[in-house]
């Protein structure tokens, strides 16, 4: 949240950050919180813009950016108040990614992701709203934290070739050689069974696919097809596979999208991952009013089911088997996420499978509460949570139970169908006693998760 000059106590100014860079005539949303009941009006130069109170106390609005530089202010009954400048772009800029980094939907963090930028990644850019910047040609926002701005012209992006190749483990793997590493975006539809990639900002010098004659036999055609926005679509459609991961290679002027092979049938061999969710000294997750601590029972249900799995002839990684962080404690706990997704890829894991238990930041809300919650991300990930909510309610004797979206770190980071289970809330002190702390509840639920898993893989 951005605060207003100190003199200024009853404003605060939501979106956008200042200063403001954009194209002149461009509209640009406005979003206050202030008293209720006030007329605000945005004064620019000459010209002034109304905002509308769109609840209590919250006001928004558009103004339009002019042909040069001018102090935007706010104007109502109890004065005057600068906000900061908005202006036109006059010096030609680019982004360089020093890291992995966020692009969103828009220049705030309450905005979607998109797929981010890697290291080594430069984004011509057209717009800024503060530390948020817009990449030209596709309109991500860029938080510019991860990386710098640069002042001068970036060259025009070709794409020069593309090979389709098959990794040892059976994934294709698509190279995409360009003159440098530019801004690449993923959809994903399930219902079209495809994958699109637009490489942005990039012009297509390069008709033909080289795909060798039975390598990655799986994946559907590709084709390229040049857009009138001057970035390049590569769709792929009609086939079936379990993920995806952009591994970018800057040094070498080249993007590779690796397209994971479709699951087996059945359990025997398949790499799973299961993450008993928090853990060591300093994350304890959830605490039950009879004193049953998340980690503990995440742990043994995790166990229960790793041993379940392998006894199907499935290949089980636990992210932890004791009591520990899985990152150095002085990582933080983006680290400690991390480090479970990193065990996992280097692993070479297909399912990813995190274990938790649930509650409610309202305590007396807590008691009451009851319900299996299965969450995913990525859309190739949602089939695998509908097979898992309803065995797992059935099997612990829960009415209630869904599976739905969410943007947890652990199940948006990783590259293959992966899944967050919040089997039930620890929260409630019935459950506790009744359900949770029983001797046979981890078996029980570990046993509902390959019930799930089966069918899943079947269908």
């Known amino acids: 949240m951005l605060c207003l000059p100190a003199d200024a106590q009853e404003w605060k100014l939501l979106e956008p ?11 640009v949303l406005v979003r206050l919180e202030g008293p209720t009941g006030r007329n605000p009006v945005l004064v620019l130069g000459s010209r002034r813009f109304e905002l509308g109170e769109t609840g209590d ?35 030609p800029r680019y982004f360089e990614a020093s890291g992995e980094t966020v692009t969103r939907q828009g220049p705030l963090s309450d905005y979607d992701r998109l797929t981010p930028l890697y290291v080594g990644t430069r984004v011509r850019l057209d717009g ?8 030209a040609g596709s309109g991500t926002w860029v938080d510019g934290s991860g990386g710098r701005v640069v002042e001068g012209v970036l060259p025009p992006n070709r794409l020069n070739r593309v090979l389709v190749e098959e990794s040892p483990d059976g994934d294709a793997l698509l190279h995409f050689q360009c003159d440098r590493a530019g801004e690449v975006q993923v959809r994903h539809s399930v219902a079209e069974q495809s994958l699109r990639l637009t490489l942005e900002d990039t012009l297509q010098t390069c008709f033909d696919v080289k795909r060798p004659t039975g390598v990655a036999e799986f994946l559907g055609p590709v084709l390229l097809r040049p857009q009138a926005d001057g970035s390049v679509e590569v769709d792929i459609s009609g086939f079936e596979f379990s993920g995806y991961q952009v591994e970018p290679e800057a040094s070498s002027n080249q993007v590779t999208l690796r397209v994971r092979k479709p699951l087996p049938q059945s359990l025997k061999g398949l790499k799973i991952t299961v993450d008993a969710g928090h853990g060591g000294p300093k994350d304890r997750g ?17 166990e229960q089911l790793a041993k379940q799995l392998r006894a ?7 992210t932890r ?7 150095s404690q002085a990582d933080g706990d983006a680290n400690e996420l991390q480090a479970r997704i990193d065990r996992s890829i280097q692993a070479g894991s297909r399912l990813f499978l995190s274990v938790h238990h649930n509650a409610r930041p309202d305590v007396e809300q807590g008691k009451q509460y009851h319900g299996t919650d299965v969450y995913w991300y990525q859309p190739h990930s949602q089939k695998l949570a509908k097979h898992l909510a309803d065995p797992i309610a059935d099997a612990i004797g829960e009415e209630l139970r869904s599976f739905r979206w969410r ?3 652990v199940i948006r980071q990783t590259h293959s169908p ?41 269908d």
Do not use: C
């Open 17 to 27: 950050g200042m200063p403001v860079i954009g194209s002149a005539g461009e509209e």
């Open 57 to 91: 106390g919250l006001y928004s609005g558009f103004l339009t950016v002019s042909e040069r530089t001018q102090q935007l202010a706010l104007v109502d009954s109890s004065g005057r108040q600068a906000l900061g400048q908005v202006g036109p772009g006059e010096i």
């Open 128 to 135: 800024s709203r503060g530390e948020w910047h817009r990449a």
């Open 286 to 302: 959830t605490v039950g009013h009879g004193g049953l601590e998340e980690k503990v029972l995440n742990l043994r249900v995790a």
């Open 312 to 318: 199907r002839g499935a290949e089980v990684l636990m």
């Open 321 to 327: 088997t004791t009591d520990a962080d899985v990152a």
């Open 407 to 409: 943007s947890f770190y």
């Open 418 to 458: 992966a899944v967050l289970i919040e089997f039930q809330y620890l929260s409630n002190p019935t459950l506790e006693k009744t359900v949770l702390d029983q001797p046979d509840y981890p078996g029980k639920a570990a046993g509902a998760v390959v019930e799930g898993l089966e069918s899943y893989l079947r």
